[in-house]
């Protein structure tokens, strides 16, 4: 699975949108595109993944570049309950043999 | 559904104790795994499960062992706890090779004296 790399921190005002930009400049054509977040002492929980083209959900929204070597998650209106480390994390979809690798991720702090 | 349950929450062990882990899902999940997180750190794979009877080594394996007799149940074994194995250990679940949200339970938070 290719390697990402992430910020280790970034503030976010209360009400604004949440940009968290991630590198993966290795990723290969199968390769998709995961968010995860962790809550302090929780485990971790899905947030959104992708291919090629953006997507958006319920809760954030994923932009990734047309050359596929970096993402961006938006959280569009950020409230103090999104504190959170993120994880970016680039793997071949429904991989059993190597199930999600974890790298440092991205300390968020939201502030009122 | 109560989604990924994990037991104990907390637990302090001596050296060299044995003890397991329980992880449960009731989402009737094809995949199972659990991780460790040290402290500061992401979360690392040590076993995991494509299906009942089917168990694979990940990245950190050593020291622990599994076993998967049911859909439901994946629990974790350490062999002689070392002080290395204090760690926060998570179970996880998807429902399937094309399904890929895991699911995360709150975790076990160990200690080894």
């Known amino acids: 699975d290719a390697k990402t790399t992430q910020p280790p921190s970034m503030d976010c005002a209360e009400g604004r949108a949440a940009n968290l930009p991630c590198n993966h400049s290795t990723i290969s054509g199968n390769e998709y595109v995961y968010w995860y977040r962790q809550i302090h002492s929780q485990g971790p929980q899905y947030i959104i993944h992708g291919l090629k083209n953006n997507e958006t959900n319920e809760m954030a929204s994923l932009i990734i570049t047309e050359d596929r070597k970096s993402s961006t998650l938006i959280l569009p209106h950020a409230t103090l309950r999104d504190t959170a480390v993120y994880y970016c994390?680039?793997?071949?979809?429904?991989?059993?043999?190597?199930?999600?690798?974890f790298g440092g991720g991205t300390r968020l702090m939201v502030k009122p | 559904n109560a989604g990924v349950t994990q037991t104990p929450k907390f637990q302090v062990l001596k050296t060299g104790q044995s003890m397991t882990l329980q992880c449960a899902q009731d989402?009737?999940?094809?995949?199972m795994s659990w991780y460790r997180q040290d402290p500061g750190m992401g979360l690392r794979l040590i076993h995991y499960?494509?299906?009942?009877?089917?168990?694979d080594q990940g990245e950190v394996p050593n020291g622990y062992n599994v076993s998967r007799s049911t859909t439901e149940d994946f629990p974790l074994r350490l062999l002689s706890a070392a002080p290395s194995q204090t760690s926060v250990y998570f179970c996880?679940?998807?429902?399937?090779?094309?399904?890929?949200?895991?699911?995360f339970g709150p975790g076990t938070r160990l200690t080894v004296l």
């Open positions: 499960s494509v299906g009942a009877g089917i168990t």
């Open positions: 989402m009737n999940h094809e995949y």
């Open positions: 996880a679940s998807k429902g399937g090779r094309e399904r890929d949200e895991q699911f």
């Open positions: 994390i680039v793997r071949v979809a429904g991989n059993a043999g190597n199930m999600l690798t």
